[in-house]
C-alpha cells in the first residue's frame, strides 16, 4: 500500500474481462471497514475544501473528475506535504489526520464515511493547512453556516 503522510493511497482491481469486451471498464475498491454515507462534492479551480480533520470517522475520498492537490501533513516533521492527484485517484484519510484539498481544474469527488456526519458531535476540526480565500470567509460568516470556518475556530 502507498501512503501519503498518513493518508493511503488506495489501488483498484480490474477485472479484465470488463475491459477485454470492449465496453470500458470496471475498477473496484474494496475498503476495510463499512462504509455508512457518501457524498458528491463538487469544486471550482482555485477553491479549498477541508483544512480539517476528522475526530469520529475515517474518510475515503474518490476522485471522479479533474485534477486536485492534495495537502496533509508530514508525520515525521508536522510540515505540509502536496500531492497532485486526479480521476481514478483514492484516498483513505484516519480518524484524525488533517487534510485539506485545493481544485487545480473543476473537480468532481466521492466522499465516503464510516460514520455518518449527522450521528457526530464534532464532525470536523479545523485546521489552517491552506488559507482559505477572503470571499469564502466573508461568504460562510453571512451565511451562518453550522461548521463555518470561524465557529470551526472558536471551538478549539
Known amino acids: 500500500m502507498n501512503k501519503f503522510g498518513n493518508i493511503e493511497i488506495l489501488t ?43 475526530p469520529e470517522f475515517n474518510e475515503y475520498f474518490l476522485i471522479v473528475d479533474g485534477s486536485v492537490i492534495m495537502v496533509t501533513k508530514d508525520p515525521k516533521n508536522d510540515s505540509e506535504i502536496t500531492m497532485l492527484a486526479s480521476k481514478g485517484t483514492c484516498f483513505r484519510t484516519p480518524k484524525g489526520v488533517s487534510h485539506a484539498v485545493h481544485a487545480l481544474t473543476d473537480a468532481t469527488c466521492i466522499s465516503l464515511l464510516t460514520k455518518p456526519w449527522g450521528k457526530c458531535k464534532d464532525p470536523i476540526i479545523h485546521e489552517d493547512l491552506i488559507p482559505l480565500d477572503e470571499e469564502y470567509m466573508k461568504y460562510a460568516n453571512e451565511q451562518g453556516f453550522i461548521h463555518s470556518i470561524e465557529e470551526l475556530k472558536k471551538k478549539k
Open 12 to 54: 483498484p482491481n480490474c477485472n479484465i474481462s470488463t475491459i477485454k469486451d470492449g465496453r470500458g471498464g470496471i475498477f473496484t475498491w474494496v475498503p476495510d471497514e463499512a462504509i455508512l454515507e457518501f457524498n458528491m462534492v463538487y469544486f471550482s479551480p482555485g477553491k479549498v475544501r477541508g483544512n480539517h480533520f476528522h
